[in-house]
């Protein structure tokens, strides 16, 4: 399929070019950019005219709830989600049902995804065998059948010792471990961020400690062995401060954030609305403007959507019985967009942080996997078509999720997609 | 941000919780408290204000005392009363919250009074009834018990008339403690210029100062030329393990006895939620002492929450 995008505000990141330029594509690549190839026949040709064209967004983190949730969400639903949002590549965590700790899980969550035929899925493996710090599994075996790196997902280690070895073996092979730090005594039993508000509501709270002990004891460990440490979900200032150092100082880490915690504070709970409930708890004004910061600086490689959904049932009850997580995928590029718009950060580097950045983390844990992330000439052709001026309200008519629980339920966002490829093939197409 | 408390003309139409209960509410309740409270004295105790109305009492938590004192001022004000023992009924087979509010709403409920040990679960409740029917919060976890705080600013206007030049200190695990929250909340609206908070690090939560309380772990200190006293309850749970080493230590440091009571002003009052862990938090000595106005507190009460029904069902 060969396929020439015109007269698009061309966005690409990875080379900082934000120019009016034409886009060609052929064989799931991109072969020309602003310039034709030599002889090239377009099959379709796309008039974007009035919209951004941008590589397709690489997400860290999303939750498509298969195996063993499909009564919150399925692949088949999610994945549409996904290219909604103009999301092309997605990181799974491995906590389904079962966790992802076997070979034969992994690949059939792979044939799948490949019978769907939408965005690229990219596995993490659990940790530790059913994600319970004990045993570590088979990781040789796991990334042979697809998984890019190795993750507890929300399910801390206790045992530091296991933490060690795991590390260890995975350096063996060069794997890379992706890990939330999270303490697990610390943040037993909290569902709000300690603090001023918390206390109001008489919520139970997580001090920060929780993110910042742990994450001293990761960032030791890995000193001593030298694992690739991809750390998740980075909530408060002075985490964020001692990832920056870490990386002054040379160590192979690099982190995420959620888009939620780019916008939000622990006061917008309100009067105990269950959208908000989330892992980890939001915090205070201080670790939202450090997050900011750190987005800007660097310190920060991605913003991932964390897209966890969860059904009416999950988040009709009270604030603290309510599971935490929000429907994600389709607002990732939109809340990118709020943010960069409200910090006035020139898109070309905040949309950076969705598009190069993580693709550049993923390929750091997994150089076998070709992510793109970009618009150069040889990538895999994932691209999307944005509407940077259209808003939309954000609700059950508008989401395509199974899941219509955010904390934005009823906030206008800015852009909306218009049209998203995968590898070539156009997946996605929405009039305005 | 919209208080789920008041309607849209800005009468009460549920009592969730004394925070961002406007000062003129609050006086309204206690001034119509007072006209409730000679009834106790007569024999005939009724009067017909909320006759033909339901009022269901959903605990969710075991309580005798807070649902008897609700039944008695429901049945005062000519109610029909219902009560539900939530733990043996269709919840323990696991019928959710809302499913069961919306069965009870469907016999015609039209004031729900609610315990439950999730903080929160009142607003979530309020959020889901129809539009005449009521929500009284009788405790929400470690969040509020705003009729408790009612009360106790009843009782320390009738004994000390002007809440503008007090001190009052509240003694104890304020970290588990909802009548702690409701009381403060309270006590800054009316404009008591001092609230003091009293206890251990392990049971202080954090920001206590942004809702305007000073913080003593020194209980001498705390007491000093206190004009009320509000002692609360330590569960058992929390003597053991990490937060306190031992009932006996607490009781040493933080305890209530007539010796350090005297560091508070001669005619300073001593309160107490209820139930009394005598030997724990409060001396026996003092619980039945002259200063002690605990059982006030259970008789006013009642006439608050007749007030309370009877101002919330009467919203438009």
Redesign the interface.
Known sequence: MKLHIKNGRLIDPASSVDAQMDLFVAAGRIVGVGQAPAGFEPNRTIDASGLAVLPGLVDLAARLREPGFEYRATLETEMRAALAGGVTSLVLPPDTDPPLDEPGLVEMLKHRARQLNHAHLYPLGAMTIGLKGEVITEMAELTEAGCVAFSQADTPVTDTTVLLRAMQYAHTFGYALWLRPQDPWLSRGGVAASGAYASRLGLPGVPVQAETIALHTLLELQRSVGVRLHLCRISSAPALEMVRAAKREGLPVTCDVSANHVHLTDVDIGFYDSNFRLEPPLRGQRDRDAIRAALVDGTIDAICSDHTPVDDDGKMLPFGDAEPGATGLELLLSLTLKWADEAGVPLVQALHRVTAGPAGVLAASAPAMPASGRLGPGSPADVCLVDLDARWQVGRETLRSQSHHTPFAGMELPGRVRCTVVGGRVVWEQAA | ?HN?QLNRHGELTHLLST?GLPRDIITHILDTAQTFVPLAERDLKKVPLLRGKSVFNLFFENSTRTRTTFEIAAQRLSADVFNLNINVSSTAKGE???DTIANLSAMQADLFVVR?E????P??IARHVAPHVHVINAG?????HPTQALLDMYTIRHFKKDFSNLTVAIVGDILHS?VA?SDIHALTTLGVPEVRAVGPLTLL????E??GVRVFTDMKAGLKDADVVIMLRLQNERMRGALLPSAHEYFKQYGLTREKLALAKPDAIVMHPGPMNRGVEIDSAVADGSQAVILDQVTFGIAVRMAVMSIVASAG
């Open positions: 941000m789920p925070e959710s919250l809302l439950h999730a903080s929160g679960a607003y979530l929400d976890g470690r969040h509020a909802r929250r939560p954090g920001g206590l942004q809702m």
